[in-house]
C-alpha cells in the first residue's frame, strides 16, 4: 500500500520570505506526483504534478516541486510569498497499473502568509 | 473548471436518516470519485466508478454506498448518517494526463 506524509501541519512565514512545504510518500510501485492548493472555504485545485521527464516542474503562479525518487519526496517550494498564498496544500500520489487512477493524499499543510 | 457540479452544497440531517449526495458532471468523463475531507487526514477515499455500474469501494467506504445509472451522474448515499460522517464530500473526475478535478465540496452535518 502506498502513503503520503506531509511533514508539517502548519507553516507560518511572512511575506517575500521563501517557503518549503514538505511531502514524502512510500510506494513500492512507480508514481505520478500532485500538489493540490484549497484556498478557505474552496475546493481543490492543481497547482502542479509530476508524470514523467524532468523533475523539476513548475507552476504558473511561481511554485516549484523537484522528484527526488532517491529520497521519494515530492517537495513543494516558493521564493518568496505572497499574502494571497495563504491556503491549505495538499500532496496526493497517484500508482500506476490498475489503480483506477485513485489519488493517496498526505495530511494538508497550512500555510499563513503574515504582512 | 471541469464541469463539475455537486448538490446540496450544505446539509444539515439526524442521525438515522438516509442522506444522498450527488455529482454532476458534463464533459462525459468515464471515471469518478468520492472523497471526504476531515482535518488531519487530508482527503480519502470513499468510492469510485470507471464506468455506468461499474463502482469500487475506497479506503473508507463503510457506512457508505454509490450508484452510476448514466455517465454524468455519481450518486453517494449514507444509508443511516451518523455524526462520524460529519465531514466535507468532493467529487472528482479523472481528467487528461490522469489528472483529478474536484468538485466544489458538500458540507454534511449529522446531528
Known amino acids: 500500500a502506498q502513503s503520503v506524509t506531509q511533514l508539517d501541519s502548519q507553516v507560518p512565514v511572512f511575506e517575500e520570505a521563501p517557503v518549503e512545504l514538505r511531502c514524502n510518500y512510500s510506494s513500492s510501485v512507480s508514481v505520478y506526483l500532485f500538489w493540490y492548493v484549497q484556498y478557505p472555504n474552496q475546493g481543490l485545485q492543481l497547482l502542479l504534478k509530476?508524470?514523467?521527464?524532468?523533475?523539476l516542474v513548475e507552476s504558473i503562479n511561481g511554485f516549484e516541486a523537484e522528484f527526488n525518487k532517491s529520497q521519494t519526496s515530492f517537495h513543494l517550494r516558493k521564493p518568496s510569498v505572497h499574502i494571497s498564498d495563504t491556503a491549505e496544500y495538499f500532496c496526493?500520489?497517484?500508482?500506476?497499473?490498475?489503480?483506477?487512477?485513485?489519488?493517496?493524499f498526505g495530511q494538508g499543510t497550512i500555510l499563513t502568509v503574515h504582512p | 473548471d471541469a464541469g463539475i457540479t455537486q448538490s446540496p452544497r450544505h446539509k444539515v440531517t439526524e442521525t438515522g436518516t438516509p442522506v444522498t449526495l450527488r455529482c454532476h458532471q458534463t464533459e462525459n468523463h468515464r471515471y469518478m470519485y468520492w472523497y471526504r475531507q476531515d482535518p488531519g487526514h487530508g482527503l480519502r477515499l470513499i468510492h469510485y466508478?470507471?464506468?455506468?455500474?461499474?463502482?469500487d469501494k475506497g479506503e473508507v467506504s463503510d457506512g457508505y454506498s454509490v450508484s452510476r445509472s448514466k455517465t454524468e451522474d455519481f450518486l453517494l448515499t449514507l444509508e443511516s448518517a451518523t455524526s462520524s460522517q460529519t465531514s466535507v464530500y468532493f467529487c472528482a473526475i479523472r481528467g487528461q494526463l490522469d489528472t483529478q478535478y474536484f468538485g466544489p465540496g458538500t458540507r454534511l452535518t449529522v446531528l
Open positions: 509530476y508524470l514523467s521527464g524532468s523533475t
Open positions: 466508478s470507471y464506468g455506468v455500474k461499474d463502482t
Open positions: 496526493a500520489i497517484q500508482t500506476g497499473g490498475t489503480s483506477y487512477g485513485k489519488l493517496t
